[in-house]
């Protein structure tokens, strides 16, 4: 099943350009609680946007903090004993975006989903945050993506 959120012309580099600025934007809406258009507004003014799925952008950015509850809700139990008081602001950004595709966006391969979020906490967490997010990630999908998962096992 594709969501209908998928748009028809797919290109992985914008998708993954979508994805970094959302969770930039994700992260300022945390600390500043500005309003989300606004966020919006200032990326899509001050980022070169050419080369960015802007659909996925406004996605991330307007639907995350729709069902931040439900998204915490299904990843808390995998914090390793950690609060989510107890996270870095761009983990928890992190992983509500992954959180989101996994959940929200089965169009996404889960190994996508992971590889991404890795890949985005290696540019923007702390040292080891990165291993973190995977292991999360990773258990959640086990959770949510488990016929996909086990399929990829074989």
Same mark, same amino acid.
């Given at each position: 099943? $594709? !969501?209908?959120?998928? /748009?028809?012309? *797919? ?20 600390? /500043?609680?500005?309003? &989300?258009?606004?966020? %919006? ?6 980022? =070169? *946007? !050419?080369? @960015?799925?802007? #659909?996925?952008?406004?996605?991330? $950015? ?8 439900? &998204? %915490?809700?299904? *990843?808390?139990?995998?914090?390793? +004993?950690? !609060?989510? =008081? %107890?996270? =870095?602001?761009? %983990? ?5 975006? +992954? ?25 923007? +967490? #702390? ?8 292991? $999360? ?6 959770? @949510?993506?488990? @016929?996909? @998962?086990? #399929?990829?096992?074989?």
């Amino acid at each position: 099943m $594709v !969501s209908d959120k998928q /748009t028809s012309t *797919f290109n992985p580099a914008a998708r993954r350009k979508a994805r970094h600025y959302g969770m930039q934007a994700l992260y300022q809406w945390q600390m /500043t609680r500005n309003a &989300l258009n606004e966020i %919006e507004s200032q990326f899509l003014t001050d980022y =070169d *946007f !050419s080369n @960015v799925d802007k #659909a996925y952008f406004h996605e991330l $950015v307007f639907d995350i903090p729709g069902c931040v509850s439900e &998204l %915490e809700e299904a *990843f808390i139990d995998y914090l390793q +004993g950690r !609060s989510m =008081d %107890e996270l =870095d602001p761009i %983990e928890l950004a992190l992983l509500r975006v +992954g959180s989101y595709e996994l959940i929200k966006r089965i169009d996404i391969p889960y190994k996508v989903v992971i590889n991404e979020s890795v890949s985005l906490a290696k540019k923007f +967490g #702390a040292a080891e945050s990165h291993k973190y997010i995977n292991a $999360v990630l990773d258990k959640l999908a086990q959770k @949510v993506r488990a @016929v996909e @998962v086990k #399929a990829a096992q074989r």
